[in-house]
Protein backbone atom coordinates (compact mmCIF):
# COMPACT_ATOMS: atom_id res chain seq x y z
CA UNK A 1 0.00 0.00 0.00
CA UNK A 2 0.90 3.23 -0.78
CA UNK A 3 0.33 6.26 2.16
CA UNK A 4 -1.28 9.54 0.20
CA UNK A 5 -1.51 11.99 2.87
CA UNK A 6 -3.87 12.29 6.25
CA UNK A 7 -6.88 12.86 5.76
CA UNK A 8 -7.24 16.09 6.76
CA UNK A 9 -4.94 17.24 3.98
CA UNK A 10 -7.38 16.13 1.02
CA UNK A 11 -11.01 17.64 2.09
CA UNK A 12 -14.64 16.86 0.09
CA UNK A 13 -13.64 18.16 -3.22
CA UNK A 14 -10.44 18.08 -3.77
CA UNK A 15 -8.07 15.75 -5.64
CA UNK A 16 -4.77 14.90 -5.08
CA UNK A 17 -1.88 13.73 -7.86
CA UNK A 18 -0.01 11.20 -6.88
CA UNK A 19 3.49 10.40 -8.72
CA UNK A 20 5.51 8.78 -6.02
CA UNK A 21 5.85 4.75 -5.62
CA UNK A 22 3.28 4.53 -8.61
CA UNK A 23 3.95 2.74 -11.67
CA UNK A 24 1.77 5.76 -13.57
CA UNK A 25 0.40 9.02 -11.60
CA UNK A 26 -2.86 8.33 -9.87
CA UNK A 27 -5.69 11.15 -8.84
CA UNK A 28 -7.26 10.52 -5.88
CA UNK A 29 -10.48 12.24 -4.69
CA UNK A 30 -12.47 13.03 -1.66
CA UNK A 31 -16.66 13.19 -2.50
CA UNK A 32 -18.00 13.84 0.60
CA UNK A 33 -15.80 12.16 2.84
CA UNK A 34 -15.42 8.37 0.74
CA UNK A 35 -12.07 8.06 -1.41
CA UNK A 36 -11.75 7.26 -4.82
CA UNK A 37 -8.73 6.63 -6.77
CA UNK A 38 -7.90 6.66 -10.44
CA UNK A 39 -5.53 6.64 -12.89
CA UNK A 40 -4.40 10.63 -13.42
CA UNK A 41 -4.26 10.60 -16.87
CA UNK A 42 -7.36 11.08 -19.11
CA UNK A 43 -7.45 7.93 -21.46
CA UNK A 44 -8.48 10.95 -24.66
CA UNK A 45 -5.05 12.56 -24.37
CA UNK A 46 -2.28 13.83 -21.65
CA UNK A 47 -4.24 15.91 -19.50
CA UNK A 48 -4.14 15.12 -15.19
CA UNK A 49 -7.85 14.24 -13.90
CA UNK A 50 -6.88 15.40 -10.65
CA UNK A 51 -6.80 19.33 -12.44
CA UNK A 52 -10.29 18.49 -13.48
CA UNK A 53 -13.91 19.24 -11.79
CA UNK A 54 -15.29 16.76 -9.47
CA UNK A 55 -19.23 16.60 -10.01
CA UNK A 56 -21.10 14.36 -7.53
CA UNK A 57 -18.98 11.06 -8.58
CA UNK A 58 -17.65 12.44 -11.36
CA UNK A 59 -14.59 14.35 -12.47
CA UNK A 60 -14.86 16.04 -16.12
CA UNK A 61 -11.22 16.21 -17.96
CA UNK A 62 -9.91 19.80 -17.70
CA UNK A 63 -9.19 19.69 -21.37
CA UNK A 64 -12.08 18.42 -23.64
CA UNK A 65 -14.54 17.38 -21.03
CA UNK A 66 -14.89 13.64 -20.84
CA UNK A 67 -16.26 12.45 -17.95
CA UNK A 68 -15.17 9.44 -15.98
CA UNK A 69 -17.47 7.96 -13.25
CA UNK A 70 -15.09 7.36 -10.35
CA UNK A 71 -16.79 4.26 -8.73
CA UNK A 72 -15.96 2.69 -11.99
CA UNK A 73 -13.85 4.44 -13.97
CA UNK A 74 -16.63 4.74 -17.00
CA UNK A 75 -16.20 7.37 -19.46
CA UNK A 76 -19.75 9.07 -19.75
CA UNK A 77 -19.38 10.28 -23.41
CA UNK A 78 -17.32 11.38 -26.28
CA UNK A 79 -14.37 11.88 -26.64
CA UNK A 80 -12.95 9.09 -24.20
CA UNK A 81 -13.66 6.03 -25.26
CA UNK A 82 -11.82 3.78 -23.06
CA UNK A 83 -12.59 3.44 -18.80
CA UNK A 84 -9.65 4.34 -16.67
CA UNK A 85 -8.18 2.21 -14.09
CA UNK A 86 -9.50 2.35 -10.71
CA UNK A 87 -7.47 1.61 -7.56
CA UNK A 88 -8.80 0.28 -4.09
CA UNK A 89 -7.95 3.25 -1.31
CA UNK A 90 -8.28 2.55 2.12
CA UNK A 91 -8.20 4.77 5.35
CA UNK A 92 -5.17 3.70 8.05
CA UNK A 93 -4.91 5.26 10.86
CA UNK A 94 -6.19 8.80 9.71
CA UNK A 95 -4.06 8.00 6.28
CA UNK A 96 -5.52 7.70 3.19
CA UNK A 97 -3.34 4.45 1.33
CA UNK A 98 -3.61 3.88 -2.00
CA UNK A 99 -3.68 -0.21 -2.97
CA UNK A 100 -1.98 0.02 -6.79
CA UNK A 101 -3.29 -2.55 -9.32
CA UNK A 102 -5.94 -3.46 -7.26
CA UNK A 103 -9.21 -2.31 -8.74
CA UNK A 104 -11.96 -0.80 -7.04
CA UNK A 105 -15.04 -2.25 -5.46
CA UNK A 106 -17.81 -2.45 -8.66
CA UNK A 107 -15.11 -1.09 -10.88
CA UNK A 108 -15.71 -2.47 -14.78
CA UNK B 1 -45.71 2.76 -39.78
CA UNK B 2 -43.08 2.89 -37.66
CA UNK B 3 -42.33 6.61 -37.22
CA UNK B 4 -38.77 8.16 -38.55
CA UNK B 5 -36.41 10.63 -37.40
CA UNK B 6 -33.86 11.67 -40.32
CA UNK B 7 -30.19 12.78 -39.01
CA UNK B 8 -28.90 14.64 -41.96
CA UNK B 9 -24.76 14.62 -41.17
CA UNK B 10 -22.68 11.96 -39.60
CA UNK B 11 -20.05 13.92 -37.47
CA UNK B 12 -19.93 14.97 -34.11
CA UNK B 13 -23.04 16.80 -33.68
CA UNK B 14 -24.92 14.53 -36.05
CA UNK B 15 -23.74 11.32 -33.95
CA UNK B 16 -24.37 12.87 -30.72
CA UNK B 17 -28.04 13.69 -32.30
CA UNK B 18 -28.64 9.89 -32.90
CA UNK B 19 -27.21 9.15 -29.03
CA UNK B 20 -29.95 11.78 -27.68
CA UNK B 21 -32.50 10.73 -29.91
CA UNK B 22 -32.02 7.08 -27.92
CA UNK B 23 -31.13 8.59 -24.43
CA UNK B 24 -34.40 10.75 -24.54
CA UNK B 25 -36.49 7.45 -25.29
CA UNK B 26 -37.09 7.72 -29.03
CA UNK B 27 -37.72 4.04 -30.30
CA UNK B 28 -38.67 4.90 -34.18
CA UNK B 29 -36.20 4.55 -36.52
CA UNK B 30 -32.89 6.53 -36.64
CA UNK B 31 -31.64 7.36 -40.06
CA UNK B 32 -27.91 8.63 -40.20
CA UNK B 33 -27.13 10.52 -43.65
CA UNK B 34 -23.55 11.02 -43.99
CA UNK B 35 -21.61 12.57 -47.47
CA UNK B 36 -18.60 10.92 -46.30
CA UNK B 37 -17.10 7.42 -46.55
CA UNK B 38 -15.80 7.27 -43.08
CA UNK B 39 -18.02 6.81 -40.07
CA UNK B 40 -17.92 9.76 -38.00
CA UNK B 41 -14.72 10.49 -36.57
CA UNK B 42 -13.34 13.02 -34.41
CA UNK B 43 -11.92 16.50 -36.35
CA UNK B 44 -9.45 18.51 -34.09
CA UNK B 45 -7.06 15.74 -34.11
CA UNK B 46 -6.70 16.27 -37.61
CA UNK B 47 -4.30 19.57 -37.50
CA UNK B 48 -2.71 17.64 -34.54
CA UNK B 49 -1.84 14.60 -33.49
CA UNK B 50 -3.23 13.02 -36.84
CA UNK B 51 -1.12 15.23 -39.09
CA UNK B 52 2.09 14.64 -37.05
CA UNK B 53 1.52 11.08 -37.35
CA UNK B 54 1.08 9.88 -33.54
CA UNK B 55 -3.01 9.22 -34.62
CA UNK B 56 -4.12 6.62 -36.02
CA UNK B 57 -7.68 6.31 -38.00
CA UNK B 58 -8.62 4.14 -34.91
CA UNK B 59 -7.58 6.73 -32.30
CA UNK B 60 -10.07 9.75 -34.57
CA UNK B 61 -13.22 7.20 -34.75
CA UNK B 62 -16.07 8.70 -32.52
CA UNK B 63 -18.47 5.47 -32.25
CA UNK B 64 -18.29 2.96 -29.85
CA UNK B 65 -19.55 -0.41 -28.91
CA UNK B 66 -22.16 0.88 -26.68
CA UNK B 67 -23.25 2.86 -30.01
CA UNK B 68 -24.62 -0.90 -31.91
CA UNK B 69 -26.90 -0.75 -29.31
CA UNK B 70 -28.77 2.62 -30.73
CA UNK B 71 -29.78 0.43 -33.72
CA UNK B 72 -28.97 3.14 -36.34
CA UNK B 73 -29.52 3.18 -40.09
CA UNK B 74 -26.62 4.61 -41.46
CA UNK B 75 -26.71 5.72 -44.83
CA UNK B 76 -23.01 7.13 -44.94
CA UNK B 77 -21.04 8.38 -48.70
CA UNK B 78 -24.46 9.82 -49.84
CA UNK B 79 -24.98 13.39 -49.82
CA UNK B 80 -28.42 14.79 -48.87
CA UNK B 81 -29.73 17.10 -52.19
CA UNK B 82 -32.87 18.14 -50.93
CA UNK B 83 -35.48 18.70 -48.23
CA UNK B 84 -39.11 18.60 -48.97
CA UNK B 85 -40.97 20.70 -46.11
CA UNK B 86 -44.53 19.33 -46.83
CA UNK B 87 -43.39 15.79 -46.27
CA UNK B 88 -40.01 16.11 -44.79
CA UNK B 89 -38.27 13.86 -47.25
CA UNK B 90 -35.20 13.77 -47.58
CA UNK B 91 -34.05 13.25 -51.03
CA UNK B 92 -30.39 11.96 -51.32
CA UNK B 93 -27.63 12.24 -54.02
CA UNK B 94 -28.41 8.72 -55.20
CA UNK B 95 -31.86 9.07 -56.42
CA UNK B 96 -33.73 8.05 -53.11
CA UNK B 97 -35.40 9.93 -50.58
CA UNK B 98 -35.47 8.99 -46.48
CA UNK B 99 -39.00 10.02 -45.91
CA UNK B 100 -39.33 11.14 -41.99
CA UNK B 101 -41.35 12.36 -39.11
CA UNK B 102 -38.93 14.40 -37.74
CA UNK B 103 -35.17 15.76 -39.09
CA UNK B 104 -32.40 17.03 -37.88
CA UNK B 105 -29.73 19.10 -40.13
CA UNK B 106 -26.17 18.88 -38.94
CA UNK B 107 -24.19 19.18 -42.04
CA UNK B 108 -21.79 21.25 -40.74
CA UNK B 109 -19.78 23.60 -42.49
CA UNK B 110 -16.75 23.22 -45.30
CA UNK B 111 -13.28 24.72 -45.53
CA UNK B 112 -13.10 28.13 -47.29
CA UNK B 113 -11.01 27.61 -50.52
CA UNK B 114 -8.92 30.37 -51.90
CA UNK B 115 -10.70 31.13 -55.45
CA UNK B 116 -8.74 30.72 -58.14
CA UNK B 117 -6.64 28.14 -56.51
CA UNK B 118 -8.55 24.75 -57.97
CA UNK B 119 -6.47 22.50 -59.48
CA UNK B 120 -2.97 23.33 -58.13
CA UNK B 121 -1.04 20.76 -56.55
CA UNK B 122 0.51 21.71 -53.73
CA UNK B 123 -2.49 23.53 -52.06
CA UNK B 124 -4.76 22.43 -49.33
CA UNK B 125 -7.33 23.20 -46.73
CA UNK B 126 -7.88 21.47 -43.91
CA UNK B 127 -11.31 20.28 -42.77
CA UNK B 128 -11.93 16.38 -43.37
CA UNK B 129 -9.73 13.11 -42.97
CA UNK B 130 -9.19 13.49 -46.35
CA UNK B 131 -7.92 16.63 -46.52
CA UNK B 132 -5.41 15.69 -43.67
CA UNK B 133 -4.46 12.50 -45.55
CA UNK B 134 -3.80 14.59 -48.10
CA UNK B 135 -1.91 16.90 -46.27
CA UNK B 136 0.18 14.67 -44.32
CA UNK B 137 1.34 13.44 -47.61
CA UNK B 138 2.87 16.55 -49.08
CA UNK B 139 4.37 17.67 -45.66
CA UNK B 140 6.29 14.69 -44.84
CA UNK B 141 7.86 15.82 -48.58
CA UNK B 142 9.15 18.89 -45.99
CA UNK B 143 10.13 22.33 -47.73
CA UNK B 144 8.37 25.33 -47.00
CA UNK B 145 5.30 25.24 -45.72
CA UNK B 146 3.07 29.08 -45.79
CA UNK B 147 -0.43 28.94 -44.33
CA UNK B 148 -2.54 31.36 -45.39
CA UNK B 149 -4.71 32.66 -41.91
CA UNK B 150 -3.37 32.67 -38.58
CA UNK B 151 -6.54 31.74 -36.91
CA UNK B 152 -6.64 28.90 -34.80
CA UNK B 153 -6.15 26.11 -37.97
CA UNK B 154 -3.73 27.94 -39.63
CA UNK B 155 -1.64 28.09 -35.93
CA UNK B 156 -2.22 24.37 -35.39
CA UNK B 157 -0.87 23.23 -39.04
CA UNK B 158 1.95 25.61 -38.41
CA UNK B 159 2.60 23.91 -34.90
CA UNK B 160 2.48 20.68 -36.20
CA UNK B 161 4.72 21.09 -39.45
CA UNK B 162 7.79 22.87 -37.48
CA UNK B 163 7.41 19.54 -35.28
CA UNK B 164 7.71 17.83 -38.77
CA UNK B 165 10.70 19.95 -39.50
CA UNK B 166 9.40 22.41 -42.27
CA UNK B 167 10.23 25.69 -42.41
CA UNK B 168 7.14 27.48 -41.84
CA UNK B 169 5.43 31.29 -42.54
CA UNK B 170 1.87 32.38 -41.48
CA UNK B 171 0.07 34.79 -43.48
CA UNK B 172 -2.50 36.89 -41.73
CA UNK B 173 -4.54 39.67 -43.60
CA UNK B 174 -5.67 41.12 -40.01
CA UNK B 175 -3.39 43.43 -37.86
CA UNK B 176 -3.32 40.12 -35.21
CA UNK B 177 -4.15 37.53 -35.62
CA UNK B 178 -7.17 35.85 -33.11
CA UNK B 179 -8.71 39.07 -32.53
CA UNK B 180 -12.29 38.03 -33.06
CA UNK B 181 -12.18 35.03 -30.91
CA UNK B 182 -9.70 36.41 -28.11
CA UNK B 183 -9.55 39.88 -28.60
CA UNK B 184 -6.82 41.93 -30.08
CA UNK B 185 -4.59 42.08 -27.02
CA UNK B 186 -4.58 38.45 -26.04
CA UNK B 187 -4.55 37.96 -29.99
CA UNK B 188 -1.00 39.43 -29.79
CA UNK B 189 -0.25 37.22 -26.69
CA UNK B 190 -1.10 33.95 -28.13
CA UNK B 191 0.56 35.16 -31.88
CA UNK B 192 3.85 35.40 -30.14
CA UNK B 193 4.00 31.26 -30.00
CA UNK B 194 4.91 31.44 -33.56
CA UNK B 195 8.12 33.41 -32.96
CA UNK B 196 9.03 31.43 -29.53
CA UNK B 197 9.04 28.60 -31.96
CA UNK B 198 10.87 29.25 -35.59
CA UNK B 199 7.32 30.18 -37.51
CA UNK B 200 7.65 33.29 -39.35
CA UNK B 201 4.35 35.38 -38.95
CA UNK B 202 3.80 38.04 -41.49
CA UNK B 203 0.55 40.22 -40.44
CA UNK B 204 -1.37 42.71 -42.15
CA UNK B 205 -0.59 41.55 -45.62
CA UNK B 206 -3.42 40.26 -47.96
CA UNK B 207 -2.40 37.35 -50.43
CA UNK B 208 -2.40 38.55 -54.00
CA UNK B 209 -1.93 35.07 -55.63
CA UNK B 210 -0.43 31.82 -55.99
CA UNK B 211 2.11 31.03 -58.32
CA UNK B 212 2.92 28.02 -60.51
CA UNK B 213 1.81 25.70 -63.07
CA UNK B 214 0.57 22.77 -62.01
CA UNK B 215 2.06 22.59 -58.72
CA UNK B 216 2.48 26.07 -56.67
CA UNK B 217 5.69 27.09 -56.19
CA UNK B 218 5.66 31.10 -54.27
CA UNK B 219 2.57 33.06 -52.85
CA UNK B 220 2.92 36.64 -53.82
CA UNK B 221 2.19 38.93 -51.51
CA UNK B 222 -0.40 42.11 -51.72
CA UNK B 223 2.71 44.21 -51.05
CA UNK B 224 4.78 42.43 -53.76
CA UNK B 225 6.51 40.02 -51.71
CA UNK B 226 6.98 36.47 -52.95
CA UNK B 227 7.30 33.34 -50.68
CA UNK B 228 8.90 29.82 -51.67
CA UNK B 229 6.33 27.42 -51.23
CA UNK B 230 6.02 23.53 -51.54
CA UNK B 231 2.74 23.57 -49.69
CA UNK B 232 0.30 25.82 -49.14
CA UNK B 233 -2.59 25.65 -46.70
CA UNK B 234 -5.47 28.05 -46.65
CA UNK B 235 -7.27 28.37 -43.07
CA UNK B 236 -9.37 31.26 -44.41
CA UNK B 237 -12.29 29.91 -41.86
CA UNK B 238 -15.39 28.09 -42.79
CA UNK B 239 -18.98 27.73 -44.81
CA UNK B 240 -22.13 26.35 -43.54
CA UNK B 241 -23.16 23.35 -45.94
CA UNK B 242 -26.66 24.79 -46.19
CA UNK B 243 -27.09 25.56 -50.15
CA UNK B 244 -28.30 22.11 -50.45
CA UNK B 245 -31.66 23.40 -48.11
CA UNK B 246 -32.13 26.58 -50.24
CA UNK B 247 -35.51 25.54 -52.30
CA UNK B 248 -36.61 24.04 -48.94
CA UNK B 249 -38.48 26.50 -47.14
CA UNK B 250 -35.97 26.19 -44.34
CA UNK B 251 -35.02 29.86 -43.91
CA UNK B 252 -31.39 30.73 -44.56
CA UNK B 253 -29.37 33.37 -42.47
CA UNK B 254 -25.80 32.59 -42.49
CA UNK B 255 -26.80 29.15 -41.62
CA UNK B 256 -29.99 28.04 -41.06
CA UNK B 257 -31.94 29.51 -38.39
CA UNK B 258 -32.93 28.39 -35.32
CA UNK B 259 -34.31 29.66 -31.97
CA UNK B 260 -32.59 29.43 -28.47
CA UNK B 261 -34.24 25.57 -28.70
CA UNK B 262 -32.93 24.99 -32.21
CA UNK B 263 -36.24 24.31 -33.66
CA UNK B 264 -36.26 25.75 -37.41
CA UNK B 265 -39.03 27.78 -38.69
CA UNK B 266 -40.03 24.54 -40.54
CA UNK B 267 -42.44 22.07 -37.96
CA UNK B 268 -40.34 19.15 -37.22
CA UNK B 269 -37.22 20.20 -38.13
CA UNK B 270 -34.39 21.32 -35.81
CA UNK B 271 -30.87 22.19 -37.15
CA UNK B 272 -27.68 21.68 -34.60
CA UNK B 273 -23.73 22.48 -34.80
CA UNK B 274 -21.60 24.08 -37.45
CA UNK B 275 -24.64 24.75 -40.02
CA UNK B 276 -26.69 25.99 -37.17
CA UNK B 277 -27.32 29.70 -36.66
CA UNK B 278 -28.93 29.58 -33.44
CA UNK B 279 -30.42 32.30 -30.96
CA UNK B 280 -28.52 33.11 -28.55
CA UNK B 281 -30.13 35.14 -25.33
CA UNK B 282 -26.46 36.39 -24.78
CA UNK B 283 -25.65 38.17 -27.53
CA UNK B 284 -29.27 39.30 -28.70
CA UNK B 285 -28.97 37.86 -32.45
CA UNK B 286 -28.29 34.37 -33.99
CA UNK B 287 -25.25 33.24 -33.92
CA UNK B 288 -23.27 30.30 -35.78
CA UNK B 289 -20.86 28.35 -33.14
CA UNK B 290 -18.27 26.04 -34.62
CA UNK B 291 -16.90 24.55 -31.55
CA UNK B 292 -16.85 21.22 -30.58
CA UNK B 293 -17.95 21.17 -27.28
CA UNK B 294 -21.14 22.93 -28.60
CA UNK B 295 -21.81 20.63 -31.41
CA UNK B 296 -21.35 17.49 -29.02
CA UNK B 297 -24.15 19.48 -26.05
CA UNK B 298 -26.49 21.08 -28.95
CA UNK B 299 -28.31 18.02 -30.08
CA UNK B 300 -29.68 17.57 -26.64
CA UNK B 301 -31.67 20.88 -26.67
CA UNK B 302 -32.64 19.94 -30.28
CA UNK B 303 -33.75 16.42 -29.75
CA UNK B 304 -36.01 17.65 -26.63
CA UNK B 305 -37.62 20.10 -29.11
CA UNK B 306 -38.03 17.52 -31.47
CA UNK B 307 -39.66 15.19 -28.77
CA UNK B 308 -41.30 17.79 -27.47
CA UNK B 309 -39.41 16.51 -23.65
CA UNK B 310 -38.47 19.17 -21.13
CA UNK B 311 -34.70 18.47 -20.67
CA UNK B 312 -34.47 21.68 -18.76
CA UNK B 313 -30.59 22.09 -20.04
CA UNK B 314 -28.74 25.15 -19.29
CA UNK B 315 -27.02 26.65 -22.10
CA UNK B 316 -23.72 25.79 -22.12
CA UNK B 317 -20.85 28.29 -21.84
CA UNK B 318 -19.17 28.49 -25.10
CA UNK B 319 -16.08 26.99 -25.06
CA UNK B 320 -13.06 25.61 -27.22
CA UNK B 321 -9.14 24.88 -26.91
CA UNK B 322 -6.43 25.12 -29.31
CA UNK B 323 -3.35 23.20 -28.83
CA UNK B 324 -0.14 25.19 -30.31
CA UNK B 325 3.51 23.99 -29.66
CA UNK B 326 3.08 22.18 -26.96
CA UNK B 327 0.89 24.69 -25.70
CA UNK B 328 -2.62 24.50 -24.60
CA UNK B 329 -5.30 27.11 -25.12
CA UNK B 330 -8.47 27.23 -23.68
CA UNK B 331 -10.67 29.79 -23.31
CA UNK B 332 -14.70 29.99 -22.54
CA UNK B 333 -17.68 32.08 -22.29
CA UNK B 334 -18.60 35.27 -24.64
CA UNK B 335 -16.00 38.56 -25.40
CA UNK B 336 -16.62 41.83 -26.40
CA UNK B 337 -14.96 44.66 -27.22
CA UNK B 338 -14.76 46.77 -24.36
CA UNK B 339 -14.33 44.34 -22.19
CA UNK B 340 -11.39 44.43 -19.46
CA UNK B 341 -8.78 41.79 -19.42
CA UNK B 342 -6.77 41.12 -16.67
CA UNK B 343 -4.60 38.04 -16.07
CA UNK B 344 -5.04 37.09 -12.79
CA UNK B 345 -2.25 33.93 -12.70
CA UNK B 346 0.80 33.67 -14.39
CA UNK B 347 2.60 35.87 -17.09
CA UNK B 348 2.04 36.35 -20.64
CA UNK B 349 6.07 36.24 -21.02
CA UNK B 350 6.67 32.43 -19.43
CA UNK B 351 3.43 31.55 -21.72
CA UNK B 352 1.87 30.13 -18.71
CA UNK B 353 -1.47 32.50 -17.29
CA UNK B 354 -4.96 32.81 -17.07
CA UNK B 355 -6.50 36.10 -17.93
CA UNK B 356 -10.72 37.22 -17.53
CA UNK B 357 -12.89 39.35 -19.38
CA UNK B 358 -14.63 41.98 -17.79
CA UNK B 359 -17.74 43.30 -18.75
CA UNK B 360 -18.93 46.01 -16.11
CA UNK B 361 -17.19 44.38 -13.86
CA UNK B 362 -18.53 41.24 -13.90
CA UNK B 363 -16.76 38.30 -15.50
CA UNK B 364 -17.98 37.14 -18.96
CA UNK B 365 -15.03 35.17 -20.75
CA UNK B 366 -11.86 33.74 -19.09
CA UNK B 367 -8.66 32.21 -21.15
CA UNK B 368 -6.01 29.78 -19.89
CA UNK B 369 -2.44 28.89 -21.65
CA UNK B 370 -1.25 26.19 -19.86
CA UNK B 371 -3.44 26.73 -16.69
CA UNK B 372 -6.16 23.56 -17.13
CA UNK B 373 -7.26 23.51 -13.48
CA UNK B 374 -7.76 27.30 -12.96
CA UNK B 375 -9.19 27.21 -15.95
CA UNK B 376 -11.84 24.45 -15.22
CA UNK B 377 -12.65 26.13 -12.62
CA UNK B 378 -13.32 29.74 -13.63
CA UNK B 379 -15.29 27.54 -16.89
CA UNK B 380 -17.72 26.12 -14.25
CA UNK B 381 -17.76 29.34 -12.52
CA UNK B 382 -18.72 31.00 -15.84
CA UNK B 383 -21.77 28.08 -16.27
CA UNK B 384 -22.80 28.29 -13.27
CA UNK B 385 -23.77 32.05 -13.57
CA UNK B 386 -25.63 31.36 -16.64
CA UNK B 387 -29.97 31.48 -16.80
CA UNK B 388 -31.65 28.34 -17.71
CA UNK B 389 -33.60 28.52 -21.08
CA UNK B 390 -36.61 30.28 -20.91
Not at chain 2, 35 to 43: G, I, L, N, Q, V
Not at chain 2, 131 to 158: N, P, Q, S, T, Y
Not at chain 2, 380 to 390: F, M, T, V, Y
Request: glycine share 12%; charged share 20%.
Amino acid sequence: MVPVCPTDALPPGEAIRVTADVPAPVAVFNVDGEFYAIDDTCTHQDASLADGWLEGCAVECPLHASCFDLRTGMPSGPPAKTPVRTHAVTVVDGVVHLQVGVAAEGAA
Amino acid sequence: MTATVAVVGASLAGLSAARALRAQSYDGRVVVIGDEAHAPYDRPPLSKEFLAGTYTWEDLALGTAADEALDLDWRLGTAAVGLDRGSRAVRLADGSEVRADGVVLATGARARRLPGTEGLAGVHVLRSLDDAVALRADLLAGGHLVVIGAGFIGAEVASTARGLGLDVTVVETQPVPLAGPLGARMGAVCAELHADHGTRLLCGTGVARLVGTGRVEAVELADGRRLPADVVVVGIGAVPNVEWLADSGVTLQGGVLTDARCATDVPGVVAVGDCASSWSPDAGRAVRVEHWTHALEQPTTAVATLLGTDTGTRPAVPYFWSEQYGHRIQFAGTRGDGDDVRVVEGSCADRSFLAVYERDGRPVAVLGVDQPRLFTRWRRQLRSAEPALP
